[in-house]
């Protein structure tokens, strides 16, 4: 699980109104290679890969009871697929993908961690900051992705969700990764730090690996829909995903919670007598000034307004349910 740490406010107010340089190095970088690479894809994953170069997307891969295994960003390059995940996911997701490669596959995999130096770069500012230095981002769609140049240094660059505004992730060669990071910072990005980013992304209702997707988890649950494509044929767990589609049996819900105090992750959620869910995140948002916490909570206390308690430890914290994200209008209590 991912550490809880406390926010600098220079890299968080950054985040929130102007441009922020997050550095990932340490997350999860692979290359899928090979004539069979976008349909050995397509039948392990959720979403639709029939992807031309420069395009991307999001999909889950799942178990075969359909829970979360890995989040991957995809780029799809003229000659493979670059697929992008969490921090330290890299190992477990290497191995979970060369035990789908059948015999008869056109697949390699390669780890590509070592190889490539990886930034974030969010908040409202981030694609003028981009604009001034590198060449405009505005046009690129969600997931697509180009080529420009840093500091002398061919970028790719690829548009992801952010957290509430623009934000792009940007590869580059490890040789080159300092320079390409003080040629941002000089053009005005303040860093971000791993406790200011899990403030921000609590605070924009953004699940992430070992809090809200985990294997205890599934995509709909986790509240990514958007990446199960409903049209196309069988990938594992799509049986399990189809169902809880057609029939309305997602039973468990991301909320964002506000509780009366600061409480435990994965502590329990009570109602009525009994448990209901989980804690998944919880931090102390800097523009709320008040504890607020991401929870999976089974229907019907997910609906906003509902009381629950917390049983966090010795205590026993109201909390209640609030829509996502959480906003300058969530309600104080």
Sequence with gaps: MLSEQTPTSTGYWAGRTGAALRDEGDH???????????????????NDMRLLPGQGTATVLTSPTARIQALLTVLAMPTGLLLLAGPGQGPAIFNTLRTQIFFNDQVTLEGRGGALAQFNLLGPQAASLLAGIA?????????????????????????????????????????????????????GAA???????????????????????????????????????????????????????????????????????????????????????????AVQSIALQRPIALALVRR??????????????????????????FTSETPPS
């Design 300 to 325: 019907p206390h997910h609906q906003p307004g509902a009381q629950l308690t917390i049983q966090s430890g010795d205590q026993a914290i109201p909390a209640a349910v609030v829509p996502l994200p």
């Design 135 to 187: 060449g405009a981002v505005d046009d690129l769609p969600l997931f697509g992705w180009r080529t420009l140049a840093v500091a002398g240094v061919d970028l790719t660059v690829q548009r992801h969700e952010g957290l509430g505004s623009a934000g792009f992730t940007l590869l580059a060669p490890a040789p080159a990764g300092l320079a390409v990071k003080a040629a941002l910072l000089q053009a």
């Design 28 to 46: 999860a970088r692979l290359w899928l290679g090979g004539e069979d690479r976008i349909p050995f894809l397509q039948r392990i994953s959720t």
């Design 191 to 281: 860093l971000l730090d791993e406790g200011a980013y899990h403030t921000l992304r609590v605070e924009a209702g953004v699940p992430a690996p070992g809090f809200e997707l985990t294997e205890q988890v599934s995509p709909l649950e986790a509240g990514l829909r958007r990446f199960c494509h409903e049209g196309k044929g069988c990938y594992t767990g799509q049986e399990i995903i189809a169902r809880q589609i057609t029939y309305d049996k997602v039973t468990t819900h991301l909320v964002g919670l506000l509780p009366d105090a600061m409480p435990a992750v994965e502590a329990k959620l009570m109602a009525e007598g009994k448990q209901v869910g989980w804690v998944s995140s």
